[in-house]
């Protein structure tokens, strides 16, 4: 399958790192001054009118220095965050920028490295303008300041070094380099602004606060590009004498976009408020679906309690079963009136079903039960891919297979059951793939056979560890399917973080097994009832949104490049200009 704009706009993150600790970045701003003094001290004793030695240190490592310990307090009296390593790495980055345009000098003549030392200061102030307001604060005037403190203490070093005349100068060059830059960041920041009505530059400012400080304010961007809609979501409700009662939910929503933003945790904001041991799996959703905040899945927890209430039990089910259809296989089992499949395309790249995938399946089945839950096991990662849309060959497989599934279940006996489940953190962090739920498993057994659903609360699995996990499972109980609820609190910058890339499967095994058994030892006798709630105006980041919001994303990087090239060379040449004026 081809790769569409969605799984482009994920990519980009490889454009995204962490900066270096500000004491090595500290160290390499005064080698690099020394550096300087050993290797340039020649070209700057001849220039008639400077005397002073160091000139290194006192052009490049001193301004950089000083910089780095006034712009995190600056930009933090404003009520914005920066931390050390940041501006660190910005004072370094532009003490390298600096000196590179700075000896540019050298291929014509000394006596033109004041003009140059003059160019770069100006470069240093529209860059430092640039990424600040990209980082830190949006808005232009406002970085001004912590922008102009490393050119600054540059300009009076100038001064030192060539004549008081030097200041002048440099400051027009600072004029036309920060109007360079400022209309740069302008034009990078239309395309959003007329096709989503955001500031792009303000947006990459929350997604920078959410990973310094967990900041949520990103939800207010999605809550200005989102839409209202209305999902079904089935569950079934398993009671028992002197047992904890069960939920088996399957939201048709998505756990994203990422980390605590929006619906990134789902599955355990669902599961904390129950007090019914409740499995949260992944239903027929796309990014398009991501709750546009924490607080949408208030609506869910409401409409899901409303859907307990008046609902039937029935004290029978059906043996479960397992077929294939093409590339798609699919486990199946009836309890009482209602239907649950839940599908995989392991060994092959399991990715999100679209909505529209999972009602058409859904419709079909209403033809014979009144409730029908459809699961993506979501158990197989090979890279990011997009999602399985209708009338694709894949998405005509998973709806064939669950035909003729519900087709089974319409027919297949039913026999009183008992369920057993068990519910096991585990010792693995978020960073390794697993999110805060763990581990939870379900077992039932009817008519002696048993099926294990286990949910593993991650986001997807790497391509093996579902095959490996279920020999060892199928070695206990009949039938059973491995699935991960999709949570995205385990990605923060990349999407790509599945269960067992980082932990193999050896080492979580044991506790998956012991889930297993655990649930085994729990097995009663028990009813179940199916309901579907009507989840009502859930504002979610809306339809094809992700596609439009990459497209216009993956357009703006075209240009960037360009259009920044063509705004150095325009500020240079009128650095130019400005010294044939005034020199």
């Excluded at 003009?115 to 640039?130: D, K, N, Q, T």
């Excluded at 096991?424 to 008519?447: A, N």
Aim: proline share 4%.
């Amino acid at each position: 399958m081809d790769q569409d704009s969605d799984v482009r706009l994920g990519q980009l993150t490889r454009y995204i790192f962490t900066a270096p600790s500000w004491k090595r970045s500290l160290f390499l701003i005064i080698i690099l001054g020394f550096l300087i003094d050993g290797a340039g001290v020649r070209a700057w004793v001849i220039l008639p009118f400077s005397t002073l030695p160091f000139s290194g240190t006192l052009a490049f490592t001193i301004p950089a220095i000083t910089a780095l310990a006034l712009t995190k307090p600056i930009i933090e009296y404003n009520g914005k965050t920066m931390t050390w390593n940041r501006s660190a790495l910005l004072a370094l980055s532009c003490t390298v920028f600096g000196v590179i345009i700075t000896f540019i000098a050298l291929a014509s003549s000394v006596t033109l490295i004041p003009l140059f030392y003059a160019i770069s200061l100006g470069f240093v102030f529209g860059l430092r303008l640039f990424v600040l307001v990209a980082i830190a604060d949006y808005r232009v005037p406002r970085m001004i300041i912590p922008a102009f403190t490393q050119s600054a203490v540059g300009i009076l070093a100038g001064m030192l070094l060539f004549s008081p005349s030097f200041a002048l100068f440099a400051l027009v060059l600072h004029v036309v380099f920060g109007l360079g830059f400022a209309i740069l960041i302008w034009m990078i920041e239309r395309p959003l602004q007329r096709a989503f009505k955001i500031r792009g530059l303000a947006f990459i400012n929350a997604f920078i606060a959410h990973m310094t400080d967990g900041s949520k304010g990103m939800e207010d961007f999605f809550r200005e590009i989102g839409e209202e809609i209305f999902v079904p979501q089935v569950s079934f409700f398993f009671r028992r004498v002197n047992e904890k009662p069960v939920i088996f939910t399957v939201p048709n929503l998505h756990p994203g976009p990422m980390g605590e933003i929006g619906g990134g945790n789902l599955p355990k904001v669902l599961h904390d408020n129950f007090e019914d041991e409740t499995l949260v799996a992944h239903g027929c959703a796309t990014h398009d679906f991501n709750l546009v905040s924490e607080g949408e899945i208030n609506k869910v927890i409401d409409a899901l309690q409303k859907s307990r209430h008046d609902i039937a039990y029935f004290s029978v089910a059906g043996r479960s079963g397992r077929l294939a259809c093409g590339s798609v296989q699919i486990l199946f089992q009836r309890f009482g009136d209602s239907v649950l499949l839940v599908t995989t395309r392991s060994p092959q790249r399991t990715e999100d079903l679209d909505f529209s995938v999972g009602m058409t399946i859904m419709a079909e089945g209403h033809r014979w039960f009144p409730h029908v839950a459809v699961v993506d096991a979501h158990n197989c990662m090979t890279d990011l891919s997009s999602p399985v849309l209708l009338a694709t060959l894949t998405a005509t497989e998973y709806q064939q297979g669950s035909l003729e599934a519900m087709e089974r279940c319409r027919t297949t006996p039913l026999y009183p059951f008992r369920i057993g489940v068990t519910h096991l953190t585990l010792p693995f962090s978020r960073e390794q793939g697993f999110g805060d739920l763990g581990v939870q498993v379900l077992v039932v057994e009817v008519d002696g056979q048993r099926t294990a659903y286990v949910l593993i609360d991650g986001n997807n699995m790497a391509k093996g560890v579902r095959e490996v996990v279920l020999e060892q499972i199928l070695n206990v109980v009949d039938y059973a399917e491995v699935m991960t609820t999709d949570t995205h609190v385990v990605n923060t910058i990349t999407g790509k973080n599945p269960v067992g890339m980082h932990v193999p499967a050896s080492e979580f095994l044991p506790f998956v097994m012991q889930a297993l058994q655990a649930a085994i030892g729990n097995l009663s006798a028990s009813e179940v009832a199916g309901s579907t709630a009507h989840c009502e105006h859930i504002v979610v980041f809306g339809s094809n949104r992700i596609s439009q919001l990459a497209s216009t994303v993956n357009a703006m990087l075209v240009f960037v490049a360009p259009l920044s090239l063509a705004m150095l060379l325009l500020a240079f040449l009128l650095s130019l200009i400005a010294y044939i004026v005034i020199v």
